[in-house]
């Protein structure tokens, strides 16, 4: 079946460094793509997403290639700032399972940002 | 536009007690999501619906958790009878149509003792 694997966190960083964080997916078919984020106390909003390969998504200095040959979605932001600070989930819909709208979602990477 | 509406915000109830907690999804959406958030099995996708039918109840862990739809703006999950392990965060999710972005609610922060 479908899956997201994401990388361990804490990811903890100085403001202004260079983000990414590292998503991989395994899906038959032709799944979307996309990155959530949850602020403490706070439900998931949506990111960015991609519905196709070599798609980019970007939203607020974050972006992510669907890369299909790779089968990743790797998240990068050029400078964080403390505000980013949140937790990041990469999920997939579509793909083997179908279902149209299912989410399936990686564990989430906990990123905190320090002055 | 008002987004996905969960309630309530935050309950601590006693093992053993019935919780309800509800969900208006956005107006127009077709699909409706139950998700449950905890630290050792993060984010599970419990059930959801299509036109108010629920499609995959594949992840409802036991028969003690049931969901409705009764109609295209409220969504219901029961738990009966509550159980400390039934502690979470759970979140109701919409979205307009197959293949499109999901919208999460604030989610329901649900403890029992």
């Known amino acids: 079946g479908d899956s997201v694997t994401q990388m361990e966190g804490p990811v903890t960083l100085s403001e202004e460094a260079f983000l990414t964080i590292n998503c991989t997916y395994t899906?038959?078919?032709?799944?979307?793509l996309f990155w959530y984020v949850q602020y403490p106390g706070e439900g998931l909003q949506l990111l960015l997403k991609?519905?196709?390969?070599?798609d980019k998504g970007s939203n607020k200095g974050f972006e992510a290639t669907y890369r299909k040959e790779t089968t990743s979605f790797h998240l990068e932001k050029g400078s964080v700032q403390v505000s980013d600070s949140a937790v990041y989930f990469c999920?997939?819909?579509?793909?083997?399972?179908?279902?149209?709208?299912?989410?399936?979602f990686g564990t989430g990477t906990q990123l905190k940002v320090e002055l | 536009d008002a987004g996905v509406i969960q309630s309530p915000r935050h309950e601590v109830t006693e093992m053993g007690q019935e919780v309800t907690l509800r969900c208006k999804p956005i107006s127009g959406h077709d699909y409706l999501f139950w998700y449950r958030q905890t630290m050792m099995r993060g984010l599970e996708l419990l059930i959801y619906f299509n036109n108010n039918v629920p499609i995959d109840d594949s992840g409802m862990p036991e028969d003690r958790f049931s969901a409705k739809m009764p109609n295209a703006s409220f969504s219901t999950l029961k738990i009966q009878p509550s159980e400390p392990r039934d502690s979470a965060v759970y979140f109701c999710a919409s979205s307009p149509r197959a293949g499109n972005t999901i919208y999460f609610g604030e989610g329901s922060w649900l403890t029992v003792v």
């Open positions: 991609a519905t196709k390969a070599d």
């Open positions: 899906a038959t078919g032709y799944p979307s």
């Open positions: 999920a997939l819909s579509g793909g083997f399972t179908g279902g149209g709208n299912k989410l399936t």
